[in-house]
């Protein structure tokens, strides 16, 4: 009996002393001995832009960072994300050109990965751009395609995906201002859905006991590898506020626009990029697809497909519904297998086969034209 107690009484004051040396001195260490052996990433890509906000330097190549995802990162001579093997190419006449958000220009994956990587590798033949910067929205599609055709690039057809998040970017975050792209007074509050359900002890211990932080996560990542635990998605995740407006909408989390007026603005800068690509004969076809907590609370046939199925109607190509197959793949499995399946660990964005099966459903859509 006295074993077992002066064994837990050692363990007691180990931990203490840890917890102490980590309060006091942990930051410290952290940036001194253990961050600085990790593979770190490079942010110096990411640049502003007087004229659509925000945008990629160019003849980048480097490492990129998503969470604790690592991965290649490469810029072409215009600045648009590509494979490593094209970032010198140098043209600006382009077959088809993709626009999005940090879906499209496919965070936390290799550009092969990606759906446009995996896209342009089949369609051999075809020059492709991808146009796509994290945290775009619609006022940012058209005012950077159209700068773009100012400078003399060329396009045969523009694909726009339209995320679900890009009705908080343009109702909290960016307007136009005469084509160009101007941050709304409400920009700071552009991120605060991403806070809404975060841990605060995680918080907590990231800020203040960096160590015990990145133990506890050493610790749990070895559990999921060896399938002693497996992990759900937060619910950060399944019920993000940039998501939701779909089948929760709250017009206070939306600059107090209610959900026509919030719409509005998004079709009304889809109208300027649908008649500017008439007017230089490109092809638009706009792209929509489902984040986590569309496919556990959502229907297929949601605000956001119906939305872009009807403006599409009279002001597009094509209108390619990426929520059916995810859907389909869905039906008759649990919720976290789905995500599981298809997303990154405990993020929203697609993982390789979630990339995967927006090209496979991509190239059946385009080749049948």
Not at 36 to 48: G, P
Not at 227 to 233: G, H, N, R, V
Not at 239 to 261: D, F, G, I, Q, V
Request: hydrophobic share 35%.
């Amino acid at each position: 009996m006295k074993s077992i107690f002066s064994v837990a009484k050692i363990l007691i004051i180990t931990i203490f002393t840890f917890i102490l040396l980590d309060f006091v001195v942990g930051k410290y260490l952290y940036k001194k001995f253990i961050r600085k052996n990790f593979k770190d990433v490079d942010t110096s890509f990411a640049i502003k832009d007087k004229v659509y906000d925000h945008k990629f330097v160019s003849n980048f190549k480097g490492l990129a960072g998503w969470g604790n995802i690592r991965f290649e990162f490469c810029t072409d001579s215009n600045g648009f994300r590509s494979s490593c093997e094209d970032q010198f190419r140098n043209t600006k006449n382009f077959d088809i050109g993709f626009i999005g958000d940090s879906f499209t220009e496919a965070v936390g994956v290799d550009y092969k990965d990606s759906f446009v990587g995996v896209i342009e590798s089949n369609l051999k033949n075809q020059k492709i751009a991808n146009l796509a910067v994290a945290s775009y929205g619609t006022a940012i599609y058209f005012s950077k395609i159209n700068y773009l055709l100012d400078q003399g690039y060329n396009f045969k057809e523009i694909f726009v995906f339209i995320d679900l998040s890009d009705i908080i970017d343009d109702t909290l975050c960016y307007k136009l201002d005469n084509g160009s792209v101007k941050r709304r007074s409400t920009f700071k509050k552009c991120f605060e859905g991403d806070l809404e359900f975060q841990d605060s002890l995680n918080e907590f211990l990231k800020k203040r006991l960096r160590l015990t932080y990145e133990t506890k996560n050493l610790l749990k990542n070895k559990l999921v590898e060896k399938k002693i635990i497996s992990l759900k998605p937060s619910l950060l995740q399944t019920e993000h506020e940039r998501s939701k407006w779909t089948y929760k909408y709250e017009s206070a989390k939306y600059n107090n626009y209610s959900l026509e007026e919030a719409t509005n603005i998004q079709l009304e800068n889809m109208n300027k990029l649908s008649s500017l690509l008439k007017s230089k004969n490109i092809d638009l076809t706009i792209a929509v697809y489902p984040w986590p907590g569309t496919l556990k609370n959502d229907v297929e046939n949601n605000k956001q497909t119906i939305l872009w199925r009807e403006f599409c109607k009279n002001n597009c190509k094509n209108f390619y519904n990426f929520m059916k197959p995810f859907f389909e793949i869905s039906k008759n499995k649990e919720f976290y297998e789905v995500y599981k399946m298809f997303y990154i660990e405990n993020d929203h964005h697609f993982n390789e086969l979630g990339n995967k099966i927006i090209a496979d459903n991509f190239l059946k859509l385009y080749n049948k034209k």
